[in-house]
């Protein structure tokens, strides 16, 4: 029995044990399954050349502890020919040499040579620059930095960190994009480089990209090549630079463009020849330079702009900075070694020009029909402003140009240097003026028509007469103002004061003030004036001079003297003065007009009147109303004695003594040497006085037979030598007063020579209180002898009563 349970137990031990390894061998089966169901696939067979594929890569350089870049890539293939790896899902990370940058560059494959260490991505390529790292809230980096290029065949070397391509670059940043073909981007001076055609719009940082279809809001600038260098915000370019905003453009050749830290541009500097221009439907305007600074607001606008010398070397313009203007009311143009041009910064308008250094301003009418399509330099330039009408120019070493808020029309110039405005005529007949002088004020009216202008300290203004009126004048003072009349292009009033000198061809002239009118082309001198020539001087308080007519009008306190010319056997006579309160001078007709209270004079001869006039061209003499007259006689023989009578041949009273002349009208004619009074004529001297109603007085002089024709000075009885009364006649009621004898007439004649007087008349009668009464109608008696001749006419018997003595 026992061994019978021992043989049943050894049994049922087998079966366990059999089934134990029949459960590990399912265990160990099904294990084996699964492991072979959940191992990874195997990689797909290697193409034919592959030496090795991984899948993911990095590559990264240090410089002194600081990273430099950072190459990853999700897939490496590497080849065992060529040793070149391919790089898939690139992204190239730049540091910079302080690591104070974060630049990415990023394509879907590129060619990495290990042996050489540069890459080659053939395909698209998108950089972004200067960009801020960070995590994006999906937990990614995405850079996005102020620049982003995109390009292809980017070529980068992992030595030096540089990225190039020649191929075509687009780039867009905060303030604007563009384009060029080719470009190399060094992140060790952190430099971009676009190689040639180079394109790019800046614009305000507020703006949309859709503010490029805006082109007063953008700025373009296109050039040859650009470097952009970081360390100092500079863009260099090299020429053709062209810079446009809105209707302004600018070409010049190599150029700089200074950027602020947003990348906005601050300012410019334009060399190789600056040409601009600022084009619109009303308006062209030029300027040409050899070189130009340019200075921007935050916005972009213009601020300033510096013009140096000029882009024609060769050309009659040259070292001359040179702007033109035409507009429908005006064309204005500009030259000088040195301009400022400063923009208005909330429109942008032109609103100040400062020049310095040879300065011409050229003002010229409008032309109809002007072609603004045309260069306006070249034609401006070429044209002499003499040759334009109304035309009106200023020369000077500075001069500060104001604009009105249109940026066109001009408000004022200033200049504080010595400077000259020249006026051309604008009508035939009109004189050319030319004013010189410091510190020019200039004044524009709302059209933009000169209006007035001052200048001060050696101030000097001449005027040329036109062919047929070849009157030249010139003056100077300290001061001078003038208002210029806009429909006549000339000046319409003129003021200069200070030590005022005037000259033309036939008189000079001073005063402290004069006053100059186009109506009727006056003159006004005050403040002691005075007029002058070889013959005559006039002073008064009022002095008028009429430059077209020649005339001279003075006012209160009238002084003239007139020198006549000296004779070779008499010499120089004396001068003859004329004062009054009233002149008109015609210097055309050759009168003078003397008005209230005239009074006449040489030597001891006088003339009186209410009005004296002298009339050069007829050689007359006329004086009216209250007329009064003295001649001074001939001289005596011996210590007081007079001549004998009978050796003088004189009437008494008429020869040796002053004769003084009353009536109410003189005519004097030089001519026939004769003086004729009329109204109320009374003549006395210290041995005889006559009253009648007209006298005329025959004059003999020595000087005159000896010296001829008078000078040009007015001539009268007395201005050729001593004056002698050859013949007098007496006619009307005439009357002679004697101490002791009276003689009364119709007509009384004098004949000094012969020492005798002829009385005529119906009857005529002389009364001697010691010789009786004589009647007659011709009665002569000499004055020497006493003798009394009498005839009598045919019906009218003549009658002598003698008193006797008892």
Not at 65 to 92: E, P, R
Not at 241 to 256: H, M
Not at 287 to 296: G, M, P, W
Not at 386 to 411: H, K, N, V, W, Y
Request: glycine residues 8%; neutral net charge; aromatic residues 6%.
């Amino acid at each position: 029995m026992a061994s019978r349970f021992a043989h049943r137990r050894t049994r049922f031990l087998l079966l366990i044990s059999i089934l134990v390894i029949c459960g590990m061998t399912v265990s160990s089966f099904l294990a084996r399954r699964r492991l072979r169901h959940d191992a990874p696939p195997l990689p797909p067979k290697m193409a034919a050349g592959v030496d090795q594929q991984t899948q993911s890569f990095s590559l990264s350089k240090s410089l002194g502890g600081q990273a430099l870049y950072k190459i990853q890539a999700s897939q490496v293939t590497n080849f065992k020919d060529t040793g070149k790896t391919i790089l898939h899902d690139v992204s190239i990370e730049i540091y910079g040499k302080k690591g104070d940058r974060q630049d990415y560059i990023t394509s879907e494959e590129c060619e990495f040579d290990p042996a050489s260490g540069a890459l080659y991505i053939p395909g698209k390529v998108e950089m972004q620059l200067q960009a801020p790292s960070g995590p994006d809230p999906a937990g990614t980096v995405r850079p996005t930095g102020p620049i982003e290029v995109v390009t292809e065949g980017l070529h980068f070397n992992q030595n030096t960190g540089v990225a190039s391509t020649d191929k075509e670059v687009r780039f867009r940043f905060a303030t604007g994009e563009g384009t060029s073909q080719g470009a190399i981007y060094d992140p060790q001076d952190r430099s971009i480089r676009l190689l040639a055609n180079a394109r790019f719009a800046l614009r305000k940082a507020d703006l949309p990209a859709s503010a490029n279809n805006n082109a007063a809001e953008v700025t373009h600038v296109s050039a040859g090549s650009l470097r952009f260098q970081h360390e100092d915000n500079n863009l260099r370019l090299t020429a053709p630079v062209e810079i446009t905003q809105g209707t302004r453009q600018i070409r010049a050749g190599d150029s700089n463009i200074l950027l602020d830290e947003q990348g906005h541009a601050r300012s410019a500097t334009l060399r190789g020849g600056v040409r601009g221009t600022d084009r619109d439907a009303q308006r062209l305007f030029e300027i040409d330079a050899s070189h130009a600074d340019l200075e921007f607001t935050p916005e972009g606008k213009v601020r300033q702009l510096i013009l140096e010398g000029s882009s024609q070397s060769q050309s009659p313009h040259a070292g001359l900075s040179t702007w033109a203007s035409s507009a429908p009311r005006s064309v204005k143009t500009g030259q000088a070694q040195h301009m400022e041009m400063y923009f208005n910064e909330t429109d942008g308008q032109l609103s100040r020009l400062v020049a310095t250094g040879r300065v011409r301003v050229v003002l010229r009418p409008a032309r109809p029909g002007f072609a603004r399509a045309l260069p306006l330099l070249p034609i401006l330039l070429s044209e002499d402003a003499s040759i334009r009408p109304g035309s009106r120019t200023l020369s000077a070493q500075q001069a500060d140009m104001r604009l009105a808020p249109d940026g066109e029309t001009l408000r004022e110039i200033q200049t504080r240097s010595s400077s000259v405005i020249q006026i051309f005529p604008s009508q035939p007949g009109q004189e050319k003026r030319t004013i010189q002088g410091e510190n020019f004020d200039i004044q524009f009216g709302p059209d933009g028509e000169l209006s007035e202008f001052t200048a001060e300290q050696h101030v000097r203004v001449s005027a040329e007469g036109a062919a047929n009126v070849a009157r030249n004048r010139t003056s100077t003072s300290d001061h001078l103002w003038a208002a210029f009349e806009s429909r006549t292009r000339s000046v319409s009033k003129m003021r200069q004061w200070g030590n005022f000198q005037y000259q033309d061809p036939e008189r000079q002239a001073r005063a402290e003030r004069a006053d100059y009118t186009l109506e009727g082309d006056v003159i006004v001198l005050q403040g002691e004036p005075v007029v002058w020539n070889p013959t005559q001087k006039i002073t008064a308080k009022r002095i008028s001079l009429s430059n077209s007519t020649g005339e001279l009008s003075a006012n209160e306190d009238v002084a003239t003297t007139y020198f006549p010319e000296a004779n070779s056997q008499s010499g120089a006579p004396d001068p003859v003065h004329v004062t009054a309160q009233r002149l008109q001078y015609r210097v055309k007709a050759g009168k003078a007009l003397y008005e209230g209270n005239a009074r006449l004079w040489q030597g001891s001869n006088i003339i009186e009147a209410r009005v004296l006039e002298l009339d050069r061209q007829q050689r007359t003499l006329i004086a009216r109303t209250g007329v009064y007259s003295i001649f001074p006689g001939q001289p005596r023989s011996g210590a007081g004695k007079p001549a004998s009578p009978a050796r003088a041949g004189t009437v008494p009273g008429l020869g040796t003594d002053p004769v003084e002349i009353r009536s109410e009208a003189l005519t004097y004619r030089d001519q026939d040497r004769q003086a004729r009074y009329a109204g109320d004529v009374r003549m006395q001297s210290a041995a005889l006085t006559l009253t009648s109603k007209e006298l005329e007085i025959f004059f003999e002089s020595s000087a005159a037979r000896s010296q001829g024709a008078a000078s040009d000075a007015p001539n009268l009885p007395f201005s050729g030598g001593a004056w002698q009364i050859k013949h007098a006649i007496a006619m009307g009621q005439v009357m002679v007063i004697q101490p002791t004898r009276k003689a009364t007439g119709e007509r009384a004649e004098f004949f000094p020579d012969e020492s005798k007087i002829v009385l005529l008349g119906n009857l005529a009668a002389i009364s001697d209180a010691r010789r009786g009464n004589t009647q007659g109608t011709r009665l002569t008696y000499f004055t020497h002898d006493d003798r009394i001749l009498v005839q009598g006419e045919p019906g009218s018997p003549a009658e002598t009563q003698r008193q006797v003595r008892r």
